[in-house]
């Protein structure tokens, strides 16, 4: 674009040129009026989309991870915001200053990118995926042979039936063969086992059940929580029940059965050693 607004100063030849740059661009100051204000509208664009899409990417973690504790895009905020400050430091013709800034950046950037090894590294991460769809564009394919889906094609919505049987082969395998109790269970893994394309796992999940992968396989492992805890509770403390039910920490197992259940486990545990006791009692 900038191009377009010098394409006079390109034309001329070399000794018009050099004089254009002696006179500090003086036959151009409209043109330099509008270089500094596509600059700076670009770099705000720039950056507030950044921050937009990084929003995008949030939301969409919880479709697609049953433990997002080591999943943090923090870091990616700090970049986009450094980044920024560089990009401001340049525009004020400070460039020792981000030069260092830069030389900073690069190491920082290293660093907090390989801490979050779970985004980059893991084969069937949603980001290397292309599981991020739109549940209009879901894909009908590869459910498996039982739903005998082979006439449905691309971009259709799931019927209710289908939705159904897809919901019951799920809640019969979680309930089954429990994949929950795996702390690192992903969207995709278990679509596989199930046999169905992962966006149409998440299609239902989300439109039949009414919730995300996330909350769903949390769910499970609260009320494997509990059985456990019924069962064992004079056994056991509550964080080696909390991980032999699938929770990756102590702070994941809390925050999860406050949101699902609406009390601490503390409170919930002292709720239930006083039923225990009256029933006792009776």
């Not at 039982?146 to 019951?168: A, C, G, M, P, V």
């Not at 929950?180 to 992903?186: D, G, H, I, R, S």
């Not at 029940?241 to 601490?264: E, M, P, Q, V």
């Amino acid at each position: 674009m900038w191009f377009v607004f010098t394409f006079d100063f390109y034309s001329f030849n070399t000794k018009k040129q050099i004089e254009v740059f002696t006179h500090q661009g003086k036959e151009f100051d409209t043109q330099n009026i509008i270089r500094v204000i596509i600059t700076y509208l670009s770099g705000v664009i720039y950056y507030i989309l950044s921050l937009l899409v990084l929003i995008k990417y949030h939301k969409k973690i919880k479709e697609h991870f049953s433990d997002i504790e080591k999943i943090n895009f923090n870091w990616l905020l700090y970049f986009i915001i450094w980044n920024f400050l560089i990009w401001i430091f340049i525009l004020c013709n400070q460039e020792t200053i981000a030069y260092g800034l830069i030389s900073f950046f690069i190491f920082w950037i290293g660093f907090f990118g390989f801490r979050q090894t779970d985004v980059f590294f893991e084969k069937n991460n949603y980001l290397n995926h292309q599981m991020i769809v739109n549940a209009q564009e879901v894909t009908i394919e590869n459910f498996g042979n039982e739903t005998d889906l082979e006439d449905k094609h691309k971009n259709r919505l799931l019927s209710e039936e289908d939705s159904k049987i897809i919901e019951e082969k799920l809640l019969e395998y979680l309930t089954i063969h429990k994949p929950y109790l795996n702390p690192e269970l992903t969207l995709q893994q278990l679509a596989e086992n199930i046999d169905v394309h992962s966006n149409v796992l998440s299609y239902v999940i989300n439109t039949t059940l009414g919730k995300n992968f996330y909350d769903l396989i949390n769910e499970y492992r609260i009320e494997e929580f509990i059985n456990l805890y019924q069962n064992s509770y004079d056994k056991y403390t509550i964080l080696a029940l909390a991980l032999d039910s699938g929770f990756n920490s102590k702070s994941a197992f809390n925050r999860n059965f406050k949101k699902i259940k609406g009390i601490t486990p503390s409170e919930f545990i002292a709720k239930a050693n006083i039923q225990a006791s009256f029933s006792s009692i009776s």
